[in-house]
Nanobody
Framework: QVQLVESGGGLVQAGDSLRLSCVAS????????MGWFRQAPGKEREFVAA????????YYLDSVKGRFTISGDNAKNTVYLQLNSLKPEDTAVYYC??????????????????WGLGTQVTVSS
């Protein structure tokens, strides 16, 4: 069984930074892509960022480009999301996701098989 555990959320002020971490564990699990999604109250879950290990490709939601950075260690099944210049509209529960299928579309949450429970990020104005 694969488990993803996120950490690093919190309550910050606008302009502050946070670093989210996610570790995937499970016997023989190897991910092809890991990503972050978020869901604000009353809104649908949306893609934030992803990293595809084979090509070392990264992908971002337009509104977070230049502010958020995804990185990680494939061998350790660990992914990070550095959140800088946070805005109140970034407030949401942030979920880590992983897929072992290389063809997974990076922004399609239906195609990620494994999910964490989420970590709350709250940005006050």
């Amino acid at each position: 069984q694969v488990q993803l555990v996120e950490s690093g959320g919190g309550l910050v002020q606008a302009g502050d930074s946070l670093r989210l971490s996610c570790v995937a564990s499970g016997r023989t699990f190897s991910s092809a892509i890991m990503g972050w999604f978020r869901q604000a109250p009353g809104k649908e879950r949306e893609f934030v960022a992803a990293i595809r290990w084979q090509e070392s490709s990264t992908y971002y939601l337009d509104s977070v480009k230049g502010r958020f950075t995804i990185s990680g260690d494939n061998a350790k099944n660990t992914v990070y999301l550095q959140l800088n210049s946070l805005k109140p509209e970034d407030t949401a529960v942030y979920y880590c996701a992983a897929s072992s299928r290389p063809g997974t579309r990076y922004n399609n949450f239906y195609e990620y098989k494994h999910w964490g429970l989420g970590t709350q990020v709250t940005v006050s104005s």
